[in-house]
């Protein structure tokens, strides 16, 4: 059974960056068809897919974040990694990070999130 | 990119069908058949309930099922349980650009 735990700061101060990484247990991160996604949820509303890193490192973003955002991947620890630059009180929220199984239909690649870690809230704050 | 729209809330009695729409464009649910549902309780992770627009996960309770049209996905919970009470949300695949766009969020209570 997989799992994934997030660990980090629970507090940033504004300007300053954030970083949080996701352990992956019951699996190797470089096996199978995975995409290793970050996604967040702020108090009271819904979820927004941050990005997302292949094992061979290729990353994809989305575009509203992707000037701030780094992902990362330490096969040796099987572990991925979130980097957020200049944060404010705005991206306050709790992050999980989440497994993506890909899948292949006409006309596009994508993946579906089956496994999810608990979340992490991250407070920004000075 | 937008996010989908969902109903803000939905209500039914135990044993009764609720249908949750997801409504998109045709830059993203309409284009691809890469529509999934995931269920959040209070404090919990989202769980995935349906992939791929109309598939379920091994363990996933037969009483759910999604279907699409046009531009817009729909959840269906048949057989309404007290335990279905919670927050769905859908999510799509956006194109090689956006990537993922999830829905606004339905609040679903068992009456």
């Known amino acids: 059974q997989v799992q994934l735990q997030e660990s980090g700061p629970g507090l940033v101060k504004p300007s300053q960056t954030l970083s949080l990484t996701c352990t992956v247990s019951?699996?190797?991160?470089?096996?199978?068809?995975?995409?290793w996604s970050w996604i967040r949820q702020p108090a009271g509303k819904g979820l927004e897919w941050i990005g997302r890193?292949?094992?061979?490192?290729?990353?994809n973003y989305n575009p509203s974040l992707k000037s701030r955002v780094t992902i990362s991947v330490d096969t040796s620890k099987n572990q991925f990694s979130l980097k957020l630059s200049s944060v404010t009180a705005a991206d306050t929220a709790v992050y999980y990070c989440?497994?993506?199984?890909?899948?292949?239909?006409?006309?596009?690649?994508?993946?579906?999130?089956?496994?999810w870690g608990q979340g992490t809230l991250v407070t920004v704050s000075s | 990119q937008s996010a989908l729209t969902q109903p803000a809330s939905v209500s039914g009695s135990p044993g009764q069908s609720i249908t949750i729409s997801c409504t998109g464009t045709?830059?993203?649910?309409?284009?691809?058949?890469?529509v999934s549902w995931y269920q959040q309780h209070p404090g919990k992770a989202p769980k995935l309930m349906i992939y791929?627009?109309?598939k379920r996960p091994s363990g996933v309770s037969n009483r759910f099922s999604g279907s699409k049209s046009g531009n817009t996905a729909s959840l269906t919970i048949s057989g309404l349980q007290a335990e279905d009470e919670a927050d769905y949300y859908c999510?799509?695949?956006?194109?090689?650009?956006?990537?993922?766009?999830f829905g606004t969020g339905t609040k679903v209570t068992v009456l």
């Open positions: 989440a497994r993506g199984t890909m899948i292949v239909v006409v006309g596009a690649e994508g993946d579906y999130f089956d496994y």
């Open positions: 019951g699996g190797s991160i470089s096996s199978g068809s995975y995409y």
């Open positions: 890193i292949y094992t061979s490192g290729s990353t």
């Open positions: 045709s830059s993203d649910v309409g284009s691809y058949n890469l």
């Open positions: 791929e627009g109309s």
């Open positions: 999510c799509s695949y956006a194109g090689s650009s956006t990537f993922y766009v």
